[in-house]
């Protein structure tokens, strides 16, 4: 699909001020699309909306279609009179454990999770017939995955969040009349799952209405992979490559490369795809379909999975010993092409690309995706390289940098005097004068043909290495950034919004 030229800025709702220990759909959510609609960006884009996984990543979560628990905005649950005002101010020890600069995990989501319980308890023994008919009018168009998410959650608690295939056999199985049992022992607590995931699509269907009333589009970040230990690997266990128990018996990453001897084992499980192909990729189609329900335009994470990907054995520690199998193609595409229509995708088309990948992200006309902290690497000037501005086509976004990179002043930090060297011959300025580095990348994408420029707002407000979002091949420590709007200046929005009128962005 054609993007029309538009400008945006990286950030993650975890990521917002707000007083719970990390940024939701609340007050905040709201004065960032003035914000940006001040710096005269038409697009927000964000990290994957799911529940957290291992090593907090929103990457691996707990479903493909729910949304994150962290982000409701308790004030508004307070609002509707389902926590009183004393539930959502922390007490002396949490304030302490809560941060303005980093969200605190171990403490952030003990804290929220008990407003929530809380929330849906009073929820169910006062509410109004108007919110039970909301409610119910909910689960209605959301059947076709929440209840099974629902019963996940549940039964993840009740078992200790052990490996679903190692739950009793009849619940691990899907016998039907022991998921009915289990339905109806724990109605309760299937209960606060599904009130959960009302409140986040309530305040997020909100949110985004907002956005779109300011003229901002949400893009949001869809991967191509799963996580294992997730409502639908559990419910469709027919779509993934399981073995009779349920247990994985390969799994994804990438092989070994420049940047890692051992290559990523990400251990997510693989798509059986002759199963999806059997069925006209109709889960594919409802994934997608579910996706842009919440946004403007998606991002698809890893796409060069689906020309071919790297299937490891599940007992592998590392990612040295797989293969390369091809991945169903333009099938897919042109299946969701069928039932959906031509959708505005990103292709995340990062790493080691072969022609396949180009050739099947061009039938379908999806853009590319341009980084440029990758465009000045080498021991050598190389003005062939794919990520320097001259060599774009319009039909391409480019980021000075994505969530897995350093910030712009940490990634120059780091720079070898040869990369330094050539950023400023490419920028013509000098190198030893070069504080507003992170002001020359932004203007270069902008300045470019790439229809999308993305910029993280680490960027924008010219932060270290210290800020950055995430580090691939790192378990822990990361997804934890947060900014205050003390750090958010006049000139910000208005440099942005300069640049945009002057690139016609």
């Known amino acids: 699909m054609k993007l029309s030229r538009s400008s945006g800025i990286l950030l993650h709702p975890t990521s917002l001020p707000g007083p719970h220990g990390s940024g939701d759909l609340g007050a905040s959510a709201y004065h960032f699309v003035d914000w940006l609609v001040k710096a005269g960006q038409k697009l927000w884009q964000i990290l994957p909306l799911g529940g957290i996984g291992p090593g907090n990543s929103p990457y691996m979560s707990s479903s493909a279609f ?16 389902w926590l009183e005002a004393a539930d959502v101010k922390p007490d002396t020890g949490t304030a302490a454990a809560f941060s303005d600069e980093r969200l605190n995990f171990s ?12 929330a849906a308890k009073r929820f169910a023994d006062n509410a109004s017939s108007h919110e039970k008919a909301e409610f ?7 059947a076709d995955w929440l209840p099974d998410y629902a019963l996940f959650m549940t039964l993840n608690d009740v078992h200790g969040w052990k490996d679903w295939s190692d739950w009793p056999v009849e619940l691990a199985q899907r016998q039907p009349q022991a998921l009915q049992a289990a339905r109806e022992q724990h109605a309760p607590q299937v209960a606060f799952w599904t009130f959960c995931q009302w409140c986040f699509f309530r305040q997020w269907h909100k949110l985004k209405a907002y956005a779109n009333k300011n003229g901002v589009k949400i893009v949001g970040d869809a991967p191509i992979f799963i996580a294992y230990q997730s409502a639908e690997v559990w419910a469709r266990q027919d779509l993934f490559e399981l073995d009779a128990n349920g247990k994985a018996q390969v799994v994804a990453g990438v092989p070994p490369d420049f940047f890692s001897a051992t290559g990523q084992r990400w251990g997510n499980p ?3 795809w002759s199963a999806h192909q059997s069925d006209g990729f109709a889960w594919w189609i409802q994934r997608i379909l579910r996706t842009f329900e919440l946004v403007d335009m998606v991002r698809i994470d890893h796409f060069r999975g689906f020309a071919d990907y790297w299937e490891i054995p599940a007992d592998e520690p590392t990612a040295i010993h797989g293969r390369w199998k091809t991945g169903p193609g333009a099938a897919l595409f042109d299946a969701i092409h069928e039932q959906l229509g031509d ?9 080691i690309i072969t022609p396949a990948v180009n050739d099947l992200r061009r039938q379908f006309n999806l853009p590319g995706m341009r980084i440029l902290h990758f465009a000045f690497g080498g021991d050598t000037f190389d003005n062939g390289n794919a990520y320097l501005p001259h060599n774009y086509e319009a039909n391409t976004a480019v980021y000075t940098g994505t969530h897995d990179n350093n910030t712009t002043q940490g990634w120059w930090q780091e720079a070898s005097a040869t990369e330094r060297l050539h950023v400023a011959a490419y920028l013509l300025f000098d190198a030893e004068h070069a504080s507003n580095i992170h002001w020359k990348l932004i203007a270069a994408a902008c300045a470019s043909v790439a229809d999308i420029a993305i910029h993280p707002l680490q960027d924008v407000l010219g932060l270290g290495g210290d800020c950055r979002m995430n580090l691939p091949g790192v378990g822990e420590g ?11 200046q006049p000139q910000h929005a208005q440099q942005l919004a300069e640049l945009c009128q002057l690139y016609r962005r």
Do not use: C, H, K, T
Not at 136 to 142: G, K, L, N, R
Not at 343 to 351: H, K, Q
């Open 107 to 118: 403490a952030v989501v003990p804290w929220r999770m008990a407003r929530l319980e809380l």
């Open 66 to 81: 729910a949304g994150n628990l962290l982000l409701i905005d308790l004030n508004e649950l307070a609002e509707r009179g």
């Open 478 to 488: 990361y997804w934890e950034w947060r900014f205050s709007w003390q750090q958010v």
């Open 136 to 142: 119910a009018q909910f689960e209605i168009s959301q």
């Open 270 to 272: 693989l798509y059986r």
């Open 343 to 351: 959708l505005p995708i990103i292709a995340e088309d990062l790493g």
